[in-house]
């Protein structure tokens, strides 16, 4: 027999590989996984962000919540001696986490470094100072 079943499953089996039966994006929570470890006058947070850099994450604290917000795009071109593409990818991509953390926090009294990959941000336990209503950013060292 010249043709086979085996042909037609050799599309079986290439719809079959794993880039086609992907699980859905990841959540913010897998992503921005998060160690919290409370101390006496505060909480220490260290959120792992592979991948990203400094400037692609920023921390703002608006309403008692504490938001963290990374956002990256990245373009690679690759093009062989006659300008013909080998490859060309893009990516463009952001995640967000919110922590509660109290509505007598304001911006100067959290805390942030980033190193490695980790954002390391040490809270306070809540103090009585005067609430501001307009989200202000926190540096990240």
Same mark, same amino acid.
């Not at 079959?16 to 909480?43: K, L």
């Not at 920023?58 to 504490?66: P, T």
């Not at 922590?99 to 809270?123: H, P, S, T, W």
């Given at each position: =027999?010249?043709?086979?079943? #085996?042909?037609?499953?050799?599309?079986?089996? =290439?719809?079959?590989?794993?880039?086609?039966?992907?699980?859905?994006?990841?959540?913010?929570?897998?992503? =921005? #996984?998060?160690?919290?470890?409370? #101390? /006496?006058?505060?909480? =220490?947070?260290?959120?792992?962000?592979?991948?990203?850099?400094?400037? /692609?994450?920023?921390?703002?604290?608006?309403?008692? $919540?504490?938001?963290?917000?990374?956002? +990256?795009?990245?373009?690679?071109?690759?093009?062989?001696?006659?300008? +013909? $593409?080998? #490859?060309?990818?893009?990516?463009?991509?952001?995640?967000?986490?919110?922590? $509660?953390?109290?509505?007598?926090?304001?911006?100067?009294? *959290?805390?942030?470094?980033?190193?490695?990959? *980790?954002?390391?941000?040490?809270?306070?336990?809540?103090?009585?100072?005067?609430?501001?209503?307009?989200?202000?950013? *926190?540096? *990240?060292?």
């Amino acid at each position: =027999m010249l043709f086979t079943n #085996r042909t037609f499953d050799l599309f079986d089996d =290439m719809f079959n590989d794993p880039f086609f039966n992907r699980a859905p994006q990841a959540t913010a929570s897998q992503i =921005m #996984r998060t160690d919290v470890q409370e #101390r /006496d006058n505060g909480y =220490m947070l260290d959120i792992e962000l592979p991948g990203y850099a400094k400037e /692609d994450v920023q921390a703002e604290l608006k309403d008692g $919540y504490l938001t963290i917000t990374a956002k +990256k795009s990245q373009n690679k071109e690759e093009e062989d001696k006659n300008h +013909k $593409y080998v #490859r060309k990818e893009r990516y463009t991509g952001s995640c967000k986490r919110s922590f $509660y953390v109290g509505d007598q926090l304001q911006q100067e009294d *959290i805390k942030a470094a980033f190193q490695n990959g *980790i954002l390391r941000l040490f809270v306070p336990k809540e103090s009585q100072k005067q609430v501001e209503d307009k989200p202000k950013l *926190i540096s *990240i060292e």
